[in-house]
């Protein structure tokens, strides 16, 4: 069992950069394949993106391609989300997700374990 917690949301400007992280705390942090989701006012959390356990396989949702980086660095039981050009469109709460299959990693309900979230406010 892992708890995941969430930091570095915030307000950013059109066009910015910021970092998301996300703790591990408990045993086997490195045999969940993890992910971050988004949700927005009014709609249905989304993927934005996963990682397989040893970050060798990376997977990006198509609105995030080329803007957002994921890494995991697994000693440190940490996961992360570099935002960079960041959109108004950006603008969610976040989550980090750990499961154990990396099929279907873009499903939601595949994940067991959720963090509780960190807000990204994109605006000028």
């Known amino acids: 069992q892992v708890q995941l917690v969430e930091s570095g949301g915030g307000l950013v400007q059109p066009g910015g950069s910021l970092r998301l992280a996300c703790i591990g705390f408990g045993r086997g942090f490195e045999r969940y394949v993890m992910a971050w989701f988004r949700e927005a006012p009014g709609t249905e959390r989304e993927f934005v993106s996963a990682?397989?356990?040893?970050?060798?396989?990376?997977y990006y949702a198509d609105s995030v391609k080329g803007r957002f980086t994921i890494s995991r660095d697994n000693a440190k039981k940490m996961l992360y989300l570099e935002m960079t050009n960041v959109k108004p469109e950006d603008s969610a709460d976040y989550y980090c997700?750990?499961?154990?299959?990396?099929?279907?990693?873009?499903?939601?309900?595949?994940?067991?374990?959720w963090g509780q979230g960190t807000q990204v406010t994109v605006s000028s």
């Open positions: 990682i397989s356990r040893s970050g060798s396989n990376i």
């Open positions: 997700a750990a499961g154990v299959s990396e099929e279907n990693y873009s499903r939601r309900n595949l994940y067991n374990y």
